[in-house]
């Protein structure tokens, strides 16, 4: 069983940037997909970036398209999220967490909270001026 831990949040201001990174142990994370979610205050879990650690694509919920990039290093068995260009409204507890299917499910339909496991602890990112 993988064990995922995120890092990285913090305060910034709006157009402001961040990384997160999603560090896993016990499994490498070489033969799965990893996605990143976010929630927000009073709102619903919702998936914002994921990676096919196998082939390399990813995918991204429209609102983050153009602002953030996710990448992995299997060397260092972690995925980042770049975050540039930050809004108030990206403003919530970010998760990772991975997708056990072998191989990985298709990330073109979007992240489904079910299809994931192993959630990491969240780290908080705020922004505000």
């Known amino acids: 069983q993988l064990q995922l831990v995120e890092s990285g949040g913090g305060l910034v201001q709006p157009g402001g940037s961040l990384r997160l990174s999603c560090v896993g142990s016990?499994?490498?994370?070489?033969?799965?997909?990893i996605g990143w979610f976010r929630q927000a205050p009073g709102k619903e879990r919702e998936g914002v970036s994921g990676?096919?650690?196998?082939?390399?694509?990813?995918y991204y919920e429209d609102s983050v398209k153009g602002r953030f990039t996710i990448s992995g290093d299997n060397a260092k068995n972690t995925v980042y999220l770049q975050m540039n260009n930050l809004k108030p409204e990206d403003t919530a507890i970010y998760y990772c967490?991975?997708?056990?299917?072998?191989?990985?499910?298709?990330?073109?339909?979007?992240?489904?909270?079910?299809?994931?496991?192993?959630w990491g602890q969240g780290t908080q990112v705020t922004v505000s001026s």
């Open positions: 967490a991975v997708d056990y299917s072998i191989p990985p499910r298709p990330l073109s339909a979007g992240l489904r909270e079910d299809d994931f496991g192993s």
């Open positions: 016990g499994r490498t994370l070489s033969s799965y997909a």
């Open positions: 990676i096919d650690m196998v082939d390399g694509s990813t």
